[in-house]
């Protein structure tokens, strides 16, 4: 069984894919808990390694949906980026590894809308968590071509999963307090990966290496995704209020701060279709994705 080194194994993904991963490999975990193999702080220290692995994925990272101090936003680089550094640091001292996994994001090209956005969007991501995984692709790049590494960069988009965070999390807790609404219809799509694709991605990914947007080919609706919630919650089908109103509701937002239901970014967010391009993926790899409307299934949260 060969040997995967796991960074952030214990954050969400982690705990939706580690199971998974313990089926198929002999898994050692790096992280801040104290349940990791190694419990490092990867953005402070560099970690030591004894052995050798034949795969690294690298998850760990920093997720603040919506930093505002400059210390929130410099966590962003702490994390993304130099924990990235530390980590390679550890595998030139130690045993080194084969290939290398790094879990980056669709926030490095800065959109937010489009439809089927490919890899070779220029990256123009301008936010603490856009820029850092920048920073941390462009260093890997050079690290691994340096050090004889396969290189994989995995840029899912929303990614789906039990405990969901973001604003899948806010629609499962809004749906089953009964709250939540669709704006204008919930037409507005959105690409989004099962968390367990990641998974069966890896065995070609270790041996190609190459840079991929991850993602479903049914990029859902917010409207089918929260009939899809309601449906396994035992709710009414949410309903649907005008866009005026929506918008009425977000100016207040704005003025009562970070803590409201809605605000002018987070209306936007609703309201606008973004889109990746998963083609290059499905050919190179082989891989064709799970459907989030078919597989997302709640479990007790």
Known sequence: MKKLLFTGAHGFLGNNILPLLEQ???????????????????AQEVPVLPTSYDMVLHAAGEVYPDPRTDAEKQRFYEVNYQG?????????RGGGTQALVFISTVAVYGCDDGKLIAEDHPLEGKTPYGESKIMAEKYLTQWCLQHGVVLGILRPSLIVGQHARGSL?????????????????????????????IVRLLPALAQKGGVYNVCDSCHPSFAQLSASVARQLGKRRPLSIPYWMAWCLARLGDMAGRRAPINSYRLMKMTHSLTFSNEKARRELGWEPLDVLTNYQLQDE
Not at 84 to 92: P, S, Y
């Open 24 to 42: 198929a490999y002999e898994v050692d975990t790096l992280g801040l808990s104290q349940e990791d193999d190694y419990p490092v702080n990867l």
């Open 169 to 197: 999390g806010a629609m499962v807790r809004g749906v089953r307090k009964g709250f939540y609404v669709n704006i204008g219809g919930g037409n507005a799509r959105k690409s989004m990966l099962m968390a367990a694709d």
């Open 84 to 92: 990235t550094v530390n980590l390679c640091k550890a595998l030139e």
